[in-house]
């Protein structure tokens, strides 16, 4: 993942800060334990507490540089950069300690230096193993929080892949698709979010996966929380690997869609506290029921709607900021399943991204529905996506929007 504007001091302070609470704790852990071991002689806490400083030092040290490596984002990575760093600072410790005491390197300080390992440090590894998964974890992933919990909304975008041409259709016939052209169009959608305030978070792009672009199918956020679906079509299951990366390091909740259950973002629509979640030829029934389960202690009420018209649920309704929603001519199974419905004129304009409470992003290909917005009081900005419309993508489906 790179989150364009803060993507290296937010690691840098995640990583510093993970490092110096994991560092800290292992050293206060390694006093004590050799403190009360020690008859608690309060004359012994300065010199053990010296003894141990050079390998806390070097702890903090390389835990920091395991943590801009990323070691805190999975408990393994963190494991693992426990015990190598751990053992690794303690040797390193050890040594300096010797060489302070003014002791000859012989084969005694070796032996003594090799003893120390499964000896005199061995509190100290484990404490350093334990803080890290424990301590330096929870504070990488608390300070990766501070971002999702940051009033600035945020788009997850993925660049397209180089065989994005080779994307699945299903109603519509295959025309060529200018590769050069839809990066251009890509990177003018990615440019209008921006301008409308949106961080953008770059997804590693997979080429892959042709449909990769279309991002919205791999993860449906309600809130905190971040589910990473179980794309219907079997090409596309790929995708969501390094969407669930993401997510994580955001500091979203994970939650996932399961196979045999099937179910793509572009089926899910959330209007208020509604989750409507389409039926089609890529969200199956064991999907709606996970996607029930998951939502409904989240606050939110599933309702399922039959889609057999087009691609996804959101290919034929979306819903403008005061929740009235807008339907493709004929294209909606029913829509009387919609608290405030309102048809548009042209298929291409059912699609809108909400930007905030008063504008709207739609497709260049509907100027009608853009004139109708327009009238009720709405800002409009228009994107030409041609090219990602001929591989059966509109608006919403380029990006995932985070509020
Ligand atoms: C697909 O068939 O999966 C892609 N060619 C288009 C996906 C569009 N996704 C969306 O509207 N949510």
Redesign the pocket.
Known sequence: MQTRPITLSRRILAAALAALAAGLATHVATVVVFFATNGAAGANLIPVSNYFAPATGLLIVLLFLAGLLGAFRTWWGALLAGVVVGVGASVLGTVIAIAASGAPWDQAAVDYLLGSIIGTSLVFELAALLTAVTIGRAVWRRVAAWRAASPTPKALVRAPSRRLAE????HLERTPVDADRADEQWEAYVAALAAEGFDIVDVTPADDHP?SV?I??TVVVLGDTAIITS?G?ES?RGETDAVRETARELGLTLAQIELAGTL???DVLVVGSTVYVGRGG?TNAEGIRQLRAIATPLGYTVVAVKVTKA??L??VVTALPDGTVLGAPKLVDNPAVFERYLQVPEAAGCAVVVLGPDAVLLSAAAPKTAALIQDLGYRVVTVDISEFEK????V??LSVRIP
């Open positions: 994307g699945e259709l299903t449909d279309f919205e199918d794309p079509a596309r793509d973002g572009g890529r691609l996804h959101k290919s591989l059966e993508g509109c919403t489906c």
